[in-house]
């Protein structure tokens, strides 16, 4: 059974940094490109972030390019999202994603395994 289990939210003032983590089991962490979604209330779920299965190649939203860094962890079947430079518009519900094959997608469809989420709430 696939299992995404997301951790490392929490509340932190604007201009604060987070890390979240993403751990995975019950499938082949390294042949599949992963992506980090949020979605915040009253607004769809957007990708923030995407990585290859290899870590080759990465993708970000504008809104978050120069502040969030998305890496993995072959090793420890693990996701990381370190977010930094944080702002009220990034509090959001972040959610981890497994793809359908090695290479990201930027359509959520795409993506056929979900976590439950992490709470990220930006307020001074």
């Known amino acids: 059974q696939e299992k995404l289990v997301e951790s490392g939210g929490g509340l932190v003032q604007p201009g604060g940094s987070l890390k979240l983590s993403c751990a995975t089991s019950g499938f082949n962490f390294d042949i599949y490109a992963m992506g980090w979604f949020r979605r915040a209330p009253g607004k769809p779920s957007e990708l923030v972030a995407a990585?290859?299965?290899?870590?080759?190649?990465?993708y970000y939203i504008d809104a978050v390019k120069g502040r969030f860094t998305i890496t993995r962890d072959n090793d420890l079947n693990t996701l990381y999202l370190e977010m930094n430079d944080l702002r009220p518009e990034d509090t959001a519900l972040y959610s981890c994603a497994k793809s359908q094959g090695p290479l990201f997608s930027l359509a959520p469809h795409s993506y056929g395994a979900w976590g439950q989420g992490t709470q990220v709430t930006v307020t001074s």
């Open positions: 990585i290859s299965s290899n870590a080759d190649n990465s």
